[in-house]
């Protein structure tokens, strides 16, 4: 199960960590400051999995998960709002603004339902 799930995140975090080297490029950055931004990014990465590991015990995995979740599960929220609410400003179209904003509430509350669920 480990070696397919770290199979499964290399197939989806290659072509995203590419995009993300476009992305750069395309923001005016040259190849060595983009490599390096994405190198930076990517070992704030492991730190983040090597606190969330050492923060996981037995005595304190339900009280690290009960501030971990809701603070990833907000930076989804920000990332998303960031990225679509620029594109909202210049929508000329109502309806698909109104759309694009009840699909974010539907996201919000798919992960209200689903802690509700688990508590």
């Known amino acids: 199960v ?9 197939l989806h975090e ?15 950055f040259d190849h060595s400051s983009a490599a390096r931004m994405q190198l ?7 730190l983040g999995a090597c606190f969330a590991l050492c923060a996981q015990s037995p005595k304190g995995t339900e009280n690290s998960s009960s501030w971990i979740l ?3 599960a907000g930076g989804f929220i920000y990332i998303a709002l960031v990225n679509v609410v620029p594109d909202l400003l ?4 109502l309806r698909h603004s109104l759309l694009q ?5 539907c996201g ?10 688990v508590e």
């Open 2 to 10: 480990g070696f397919l799930t770290t199979f499964a995140i290399l």
């Open 14 to 28: 290659i072509p995203h960590e590419v995009g993300d080297f476009a992305i750069l490029l395309r923001a005016g």
């Open 40 to 46: 930076y990014t990517a070992l704030v990465g492991v």
């Open 70 to 72: 809701p603070f990833t």
């Open 90 to 93: 210049q929508e000329s179209s």
């Open 101 to 105: 904003i009840l699909l974010i509430f």
């Open 108 to 117: 919000v509350g798919t992960m209200a339902l689903l802690s509700a669920i």
